[in-house]
């Protein structure tokens, strides 16, 4: 099967092509340099942007897997969780090119897509659903940090999430009372590599809490009160790296332990993370350790697929309907607040 996909849910336009789950071509535009401006993601600058990019960011995917759009099979997109009107402009690109064709439509959950982006190999990029194992799945992104068991692929069920801001979103709040740019996250962990994590003890939210949801609006707050009593030290460069290595371990403790012990509670032999914060080099290696001394096997996205990316999208949608699943009706709507459990 050859399959087209877009995923414009946030500040990324992508596309991407699949066959029989093989990643032939994965495009991404990036808005980062036009919201950095503006220190977060303007909706209405990310809309006009996907309606300028996605026409030639799909002809790039096209002419980089070399295939003509009438050779396709499928197409699909982002459906939701995303910014309303950034989510219109790739599903109904996608719905009029599957019209157009007469070829089925898929529409995505970008968290779903998220969640299996942990069963792409590299080297090529291609789908390893082969090598699945029953897990505990940590989902980290910009807006989103949750934890989901999945037994079997296709089948998830939510254990917790957030109770306030993601784990993106703490690491991009708190840079930005660092004085770092939007988005703080791959800044924070570029500074913390060589800062002290323990020059300074940030809360662990929620850590001991039995329960499987986070908490990081509190942290967040605990920087800003620190840095208003010794507003100095963010000018300081060795106590800003102190800081940045301070505040990304107190995070990533709280993510690790969390996961690890749901995962040893649900008896899952491996754990998986995914989304833009599991590119974060403390975490990726804290999952290591925490996984390899409790004997559990670990999945990490591709650090090309943390990230939002159309190639994650593709790859679900065509197990979808090699698996079986119905096409989306063309006439189906962007859904902004979609939950994973809704699926
Ligand atoms: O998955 P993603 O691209 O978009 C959403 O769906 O939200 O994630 C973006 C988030 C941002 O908050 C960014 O700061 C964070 O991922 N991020 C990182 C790193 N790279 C991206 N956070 C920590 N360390 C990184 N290396
Ligand atoms: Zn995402």
Redesign the pocket.
């Known amino acids: 099967m050859l399959l087209l996909a877009f995923e414009t ?2 500040d ?1 336009t992508s596309a991407a092509v699949v066959r029989e789950g093989r990643v032939l071509a994965s495009v991404v535009s990036s808005q980062i340099a036009l919201h950095a401006e503006y220190g977060g993601v303007v909706p209405e600058l990310a809309t006009r942007e996907h309606l300028r990019n996605l026409q030639p960011v799909a002809g790039a995917a096209l002419r980089q897997a070399g295939v003509r759009a009438g050779e396709l099979d499928a197409v699909a997109a982002t459906r939701g969780p995303g910014l309303p009107n950034a989510l219109m402009i790739g599903l109904k690109a996608a719905q009029a090119a599957a019209f157009a064709l007469d070829r089925p439509f898929v529409a995505i959950h ?1 968290h779903e897509a ?1 969640l299996y982006s942990a069963w792409v190999a590299r080297d090529p990029l291609r789908a390893d659903f082969e090598s699945f194992q029953p897990n505990v799945s940590l989902i980290v ?4 940090t949750l934890l989901l068991h999945v037994p079997e692929p296709l089948r998830h069920r939510l254990l917790g999430s957030t109770l306030d801001d ?1 784990a ?2 703490c ?2 709040k708190t840079g930005k009372l660092l004085g770092l740019p939007y ?4 800044h ?2 570029r500074l913390a590599r060589e800062g002290n994590p323990r020059a300074f003890d940030f809360p662990r939210p929620m850590i001991a809490d039995s329960n499987d949801d986070f908490s990081f609006s509190g942290l967040k707050t605990s920087v800003r009160y620190f840095l208003q009593k010794q507003p100095e030290l963010a000018e300081d460069p060795a106590a800003l790296r102190d800081l940045c290595a301070s505040v ?1 371990a107190a995070i990533v403790d709280v993510l690790v332990s969390k996961t690890v012990r749901a995962a040893r509670r649900l008896r899952a032999p491996c754990v998986t993370a995914s ?3 599991s ?3 403390r ?1 990726r290696e804290a999952l290591a350790t925490a996984c390899r001394q409790a004997g559990l096997h670990l999945r990490l996205a591709d650090p090309t697929l ?3 990316n159309a190639a994650m999208v593709a790859i679900l949608a065509e197990r979808k309907l090699l698996g079986g699943a119905p096409p989306t009706p063309l006439d189906a709507e962007p859904d902004p607040g979609w939950a994973l459990d809704q699926l």
């Open positions: 849910s946030c990324e970008h998220h992104s910009g807006g989103h993601a993106g979103e690491f991009d988005p703080a996250g791959p924070i962990d990304q989304g833009g914060v590119c974060n080099s975490l943390c990230t939002d």
